[in-house]
């Protein structure tokens, strides 16, 4: 019986021919992540479990990406960056990027992807449960606390029940002013927030297969909403493209077998597809946008793992070139590279940089910022009773910052089109015109 | 581990997400340090939104202001507990504060793993919804020799699911014993040695 590519990569790292769901094996991680929110307790249990003079099992594959309370003057937060220096210094660990310096990066699961640390084959794991993004490079990658994290650190292994997988097919082709957030939305709303918990979710299809990275991460990024382990897409060429010019290091490619096992299949036409918002205080809380017209914003929020990278941008300034926001419009780049990109991309000539402040939104630097509120000086913040439109990930109640707010989760192009009329407005409005 | 754990009832519904366990502006405190990791006990559940804050009639505080410790030791919930991000801040606030089980219809899987992995508490499943059985205050025991619980309040006994394969990390204490204890790590390995 055939195996899917998440059972073939989970074999492949426990030394095993085959494994079938159900299975709890032990597997070596290939990466392991953590940044400034979940390292400082992974460390204090690593020494505690394995001795204050102890070693990293690896040096070269563990990363320490900060990129969540960075831009703050609460103590606290920057006292925890220290702690990572510290580890780091102790350690002589290769993979740090040092906030206030040139190194910096910004939101971990992409900064991830540009440094290549995403190789198809590959086991990653990280303190971060939106570490399911890096699975758009046909790898295993899931979330997990401090506890296992500061296990691998010492061991290079953590036990893993092999997940059923769900199978989420795309034909055809997605109409031009739908994007990847869209496409998941709908998926979550179609199996709610617990409708793939335990499970890998695996993303087949030509329309799948015709997204860029970015967007093929964000199809990945946002597993976790519907409870599931990891999200997975095989890589292709597109995939080989991105990781060439970021590494050299070796990669494997795995296809799930014709005859392998899927606990749940659907296919979507991709043609049929509409802009969709996840409405307060759930990511599965589905409408379409044209359902959603007459909700009035507060502000706009464009920004994160899940919204902030380059192609989110390139969206969002299509729509805003040449026109004044009507609501407080937040942008927040995930990364540095992203931030530079601003600066470079141009559309009729202008950068997104220009348009973006030509429009009259707030630039903010890169990190994960007013996604999950963070401390009180944190930029982009909701207030109050506010009602936002953001391009993250999830609109549980207080998420954003403030227990009376209103978050809708939408596309870059919706909460751009959105910005432009200050209230929920269907893209397709301004680009099909 | 205890084959018996008594304690008052705080119960809570569906989807009780990590961001209502422990907002995460909270995150900055240290879980190591005595004094600063109390502050996870004083704002342990401060998220969830009061009316939905110790059911079935709401407004209940799971700490009284400032405390870091909860009057609660069992917290009951609906289905999907523990939902969102991978912060075990979440179940650490929980047993800061003074929580010894919780039992849910069902749970997400890294909070469930969390709590295993970490020893925080044990996660118990029971099929029945409980959130429609038990109240806030009730009077809950719940004995792991026949793997029930019983609400004294109201005399009724309910079946927990089994703990299945996890009941070997959960009675060792944590993953690290579990992997001493199975040779994966030596014994020894432990405070500087």
């Known amino acids: 019986m055939g195996m899917t590519i998440t059972e073939k990569?989970?074999?492949?790292?426990?030394?095993?021919?085959?494994?079938?769901p159900g299975d709890n094996i032990w597997v070596n991680a290939d990466v392991l992540m953590t940044h400034d929110v979940c390292g400082p307790g992974t460390f204090a249990i690593f020494k505690k479990q394995f001795g204050e003079n102890a070693k990293v099992w690896d040096r070269d594959k563990v990363v320490i990406i900060p990129d969540h309370f960075i831009f703050t003057k609460d103590t606290h937060a920057n006292r925890n960056i220290d702690i990572l220096r510290q580890?780091?210094?102790?350690?002589?660990l290769p993979h740090y990027f040092d906030p206030g310096t040139d190194n910096?990066?910004?939101?971990?699961?992409?900064?991830l992807a540009q440094e290549g640390f995403n190789r198809p084959g590959d086991i990653l794991f990280g303190t971060d449960s939106h570490t399911s993004t890096s699975g758009a490079f046909g790898m295993f990658s899931t979330g997990i606390g401090n506890t296992d994290a500061a296990f691998i650190l010492g061991t290079g292994k953590l036990w893993v029940r092999v997940p059923e997988t769900m199978c989420f097919?795309?034909?055809?082709t997605f109409p031009e002013h739908i994007m990847a957030k869209d496409v998941i939305l709908t998926v979550i709303g179609d199996i709610g927030v617990d409708g793939a918990t335990y499970r890998a979710m695996e993303w087949r299809g030509d329309a799948v297969m015709k997204l860029s990275m970015e967007e093929r991460m964000t199809l990945c990024n946002m597993a976790i909403e519907a409870g599931g382990k990891n999200g997975i897409i095989e890589a292709d060429d597109?995939?080989?493209d991105y990781v060439r010019q970021r590494t050299d290091a070796p990669y494997k490619i795995y296809h799930s077998d014709n005859d392998a096992q899927y606990f749940f299949k659907k296919t979507y036409n991709a043609s049929e597809m509409e802009p969709i918002v996840a409405k307060p205080h759930s990511p599965d809380n589905k409408a379409k946008v044209?359902?959603?017209?007459?909700?009035?914003?507060?502000?706009?929020?464009?920004?994160?793992?899940?919204?902030?990278k380059i192609t989110d941008f390139m969206a969002a300034a299509r729509l805003l070139k040449g026109k004044k926001v009507k609501i407080d419009t937040f942008i927040v780049p995930a990364t540095r590279e992203v931030e530079q990109d601003l600066y470079k991309e141009k559309i009729g000539g202008e950068t997104l940089m220009d348009i973006f402040k030509n429009a009259g939104a707030y630039l903010g630097d890169p990190s994960c910022a007013a996604c999950l509120g963070g401390p009180k000086d944190t930029f982009g913040r909701a207030k109050d009773n506010q009602v936002v439109i953001s391009t993250t990930n999830r609109n549980f109640p207080g998420r954003m910052g403030s227990k009376q707010a209103y978050v809708y989760l939408a596309s870059p192009y919706t909460a751009a089109a959105s910005a432009l009329t200050g209230h929920i407005t269907n893209p397709a409005e301004f680009i099909n015109n | 581990m205890n084959k018996v754990i008594e304690g008052i009832a705080y119960v809570l519904g569906n989807?009780?997400?990590?961001?209502?366990?422990?907002?995460?502006?909270?995150?900055?405190?240290s879980l190591s340090d005595p004094e600063e990791r109390k502050h996870y006990g004083q704002f342990a559940l401060s998220g969830v939104p009061v009316n939905q804050?110790?059911?079935?009639?709401?407004?209940?505080?799971?700490?009284?202001?400032?405390?870091?410790?909860s009057k609660y030791s069992i917290v009951v919930g609906g289905k999907n507990f523990g939902c969102g991000s991978s912060r075990e801040h979440a179940p650490a606030c929980m047993e800061i504060a003074g929580i010894r089980a919780v039992i849910a219809e069902s749970y997400a899987r890294i909070f469930y793993r969390n709590s295993v992995d970490g020893g925080f508490f044990i996660p118990f499943e029971c099929a029945t919804r409980l959130v429609e059985e038990i109240k806030t205050g009730d009077d809950l025991i719940i004995d792991l020799n026949v793997n029930t619980i019983t609400n004294r309040s109201s005399n009724k006994t309910y079946d927990l699911k089994s703990l299945g394969e996890v009941i070997d990390i959960i009675e060792a204490g944590d993953i690290f014993e579990y992997a001493r204890k199975t040779g994966m790590i030596p014994s020894t390995g432990r405070g500087g040695n």
């Open chain 1, 9 to 20: 990569i989970l074999a492949a790292h426990a030394g095993k021919d085959s494994v079938r």
């Open chain 1, 87 to 92: 580890f780091v210094q102790e350690q002589s």
């Open chain 1, 104 to 111: 910096y990066k910004g939101v971990c699961h992409i900064a």
């Open chain 1, 169 to 172: 097919e795309f034909i055809g």
């Open chain 1, 238 to 240: 597109v995939t080989l």
């Open chain 1, 290 to 308: 044209s359902e959603c017209l007459d909700v009035k914003l507060d502000r706009a929020y464009i920004g994160s793992c899940t919204g902030g």
């Open chain 2, 15 to 29: 989807d009780i997400d990590t961001d209502q366990i422990i907002p995460a502006e909270h995150l900055v405190y």
């Open chain 2, 53 to 69: 804050a110790g059911l079935p009639e709401g407004n209940i505080p799971f700490t009284e202001n400032g405390q870091s410790e």
